[in-house]
């Protein structure tokens, strides 16, 4: 028994109603297709659980069809872009900021004017974020400071890392969070939405003094204070991310600017 026929019959209803009556019977077809064989085999233990956010995701489908004007409705959507996006977004459908970038890709398909941004990477992309990274790469800036405590060895340039590497403060932006900022910010830079630089830093280094008030800074401050004999000094490590061309059309097309 296919368990969410029910619900792929509502959601289609739903989600593909806009494109019916504007009579782009191409996208309909093909999208209402996708969905059926996509959504129409969960196990009945599922059922009760994803029912809600797979409805509200088909509301968002539906909102997003809404706003493309008639004349800019791609009359031949690439399925293997609509596809890999539907049948990936089934396993994040209880988390909304997955729902909600799935929804704006496939629209974004479906917009003759949108279409040529989307990369087939960006379904693998949205797989492999966290919703931290989602959130993370949503409030960064286009370049910003990222920096590591180091306590250095007395009489050598070895050294020991206070605290959490690759650590992004942006006072009144970013403020906390940090380990799970620097795993985040890794993560992105894996995905090739950012670049991580440990060797340039930002022009303006003003920005690191921030980093002095950080209590792994004034620990290594006090460890050579109290063993002048074993610590050289303790240091602030600059370097610097930059969002990458990929990561700018990613958010583009994928987490664009509301309002």
Not at 121 to 146: H, Y
Not at 199 to 214: C, E, G, P
């Amino acid at each position: 028994m296919k368990v969410l026929d029910p619900i792929a019959i509502s959601a289609i209803t739903a989600a593909l109603t806009t494109l019916a009556t504007k009579g782009a019977e191409g996208p309909s077809h093909t999208l209402g297709l996708i969905w059926k064989l996509t959504f129409g085999h969960w196990d009945a233990q599922m059922e009760s659980v994803i029912e809600k956010n797979c409805q509200k995701y088909a509301d968002a489908i539906d909102k997003k069809f809404a706003e493309i004007p008639d004349d800019k409705i791609n009359p031949e959507p690439d399925i293997s872009i609509i596809g890999p996006a539907l049948e990936a977004s089934k396993y994040y459908i209880n988390r909304e900021d997955a729902r909600e970038m799935f929804a704006t890709l496939i629209a974004a398909e479906l917009n003759i004017e949108e279409k040529d941004k989307v990369h087939h990477a960006f379904v693998d992309i949205i797989k492999q974020m966290s919703s931290n990274d989602a959130k993370l790469l949503k409030v960064i800036p286009q370049t910003g400071p990222l920096a590591e405590f180091r306590l250095y060895i007395k009489g050598g340039t070895q050294y020991t890392r206070l605290g959490t590497a690759d650590i992004i403060y942006i006072p009144g932006l970013i403020e906390d969070n940090f380990t799970n900022n620097a795993i985040s910010i890794n993560n992105l830079a894996r995905l090739g939405l950012v670049e991580i630089d440990h060797v340039m830093s930002l022009t303006n280094q003003s920005i690191y003094d921030a980093y002095k008030r950080f209590s792994a800074y004034q620990e290594g401050l006090k460890a050579v204070a109290q063993h002048p004999d074993e610590y050289e000094k303790v240091a602030v490590s600059t370097g610097m991310f930059t969002i990458t061309p990929l990561g700018n059309l990613f958010k583009e097309v994928c987490m664009p600017a509301k309002g």
